[in-house]
């Protein structure tokens, strides 16, 4: 089933089999049946779409197609600013916020002539890895979470109301949600895709990126959104490739890390998945290794006083005047991150740059090309969840196993990728993570490409 996908509504528009109003009227009646009990959407903007798809089937018709991304529709989660619609990032404290401009993503999804549908859920302020009240497709029936931040835009886009999105992803916000609801998400190198006009939930970790159905898909969005800004000088000024021009290359003779120790999954069915995905990229030709992961990582958790001293930076104000609009859980984390020691503070930007120099290290060592992980070692939780029991006894806090395998990537600024690998007995999702050097965005979507070409992990919907 890729007939929702980026690839196939393009070729579909490019063909005169409907057209992009089209496309959009289907989206639009899509999230009418399905989200009283989803819950992804925040803010609709169907006049604004309808009026952009009619725009797109103009250009198309005068034969002035812009692109791959022209008139199809996507979702765009509400921490990003959107020019005249709302932008709340799911939070009473900015209700009724209506920016004047759009982020720089927005506007270069609109000049790629992709039709933006509305704001999707997240974490309040993406301090939170469950996006209440969004419910995972996969299981909405037991109120099981999407994952967080972006868990709107995921659970719109498994539930086949929209064909990609924006999520943005400072400690897994964009994997986590898109291993949790079955889909491919992506984060680039920090510095590759401009952040400005978006809600910060840390100024040096956030990254934007998108979420899709697949690799390929993934390619097209990236090439649209990657490059310098003058907005945001985090922004790096290097050559953006095609990302899409190189999926099609055989990943035979690359060397993947598979890796050891930290990332280890307690659970036999997402062991199972992994071993299997790793089977399968061996059987295209990569050069398979176990590699031990640097015994840093263990100080990954002990990074987020960072995460709360900076969040807590740019909070301020907003906290001191409007405390009681906050969640509790987010408020709580915010005053924490108060309390934050400039000790503290610098403590945990050591281990972060320790981190990054030993994986640098692994790297070359091992001279990989990629490295392979469980996306999240658990699947989806229950909301009301606090606590995962593995089969072996092992117990892990939700937070902490939700954020194990992806945190890492985003201390180091490393691009990472997750494709859907299978499911374990309750019918969840399991995600592969794929990670790659710094700018090498192009091979990590590549190998994602190359593994959705062999499996149909991405091609399953849920019921």
Known sequence: MDSFTVERLDAGLQAGEFSSREIVTQAIARIGETDATLQAWVTL??????????????????????????????ACKDLIDTADVETTSSSKVLR?????????????????????????????????????PTRNPWDAATA????????????????????????????????????????TGLKATMGRVPKDGVAVLTWSMDHVGPMCWTAADAALVLNALAGHSDLDATTARKPVPDYA????????????????????????????????????????????????????????????????????AWHGARLRRQADDYQPDVRGWLKQGELVLATDYINAR?????????????????RLDVLVTPTVPTTAAAFEQEEFVAPDGFREPVMVASLRGTWPFNLTGQPALTVPCGFDDQGLPVGLQIAGRPWDEAQVLRVGHQFQLTTDWHRRRPA
């Open 96 to 132: 009724h916020n209506v920016p004047s401009r759009d982020a720089t993503v927005v506007q270069r999804l609109r000049a790629a002539g992709a039709v933006m549908l509305g704001k999707t859920n997240t974490h309040e302020f993406a301090f939170g890895i469950l996006s209440p």
């Open 245 to 312: 021009a190189t999926l099609g290359r055989p990943i035979a003779g690359l060397r993947v890390g598979v890796a050891v120790g930290y990332f280890t999954t307690h659970y036999p069915d997402i062991a199972a998945a992994f071993d299997e995905a790793v089977a399968v990229l061996r059987q295209l030709g990569a050069a398979t290794s176990e590699v031990r992961m640097p015994l840093s990582l263990d100080l990954t958790q002990e990074t987020g006083a960072g995460l709360n001293a900076e969040a807590s």
């Open 144 to 183: 099981r979470t999407p994952g967080g931040s972006s868990g709107g835009t995921a659970a719109a886009i498994a539930a086949q109301q929209v064909p990609f999105g924006l999520g943005t992803d400072t400690g897994g916000s964009i994997r986590i949600p898109a291993a949790l609801c079955g889909i």
């Open 45 to 74: 903007a169907p006049d604004r779409a309808l009026a952009e798809a009619d725009a797109a089937d103009t250009r198309r018709a005068a034969g002035r197609r812009i692109g791959p991304l022209d008139g199809i529709p996507y």
């Open 350 to 366: 050591r281990n972060r740059t320790r981190i990054g120099a030993d994986m640098r290290d692994l790297f070359n060592e091992h």
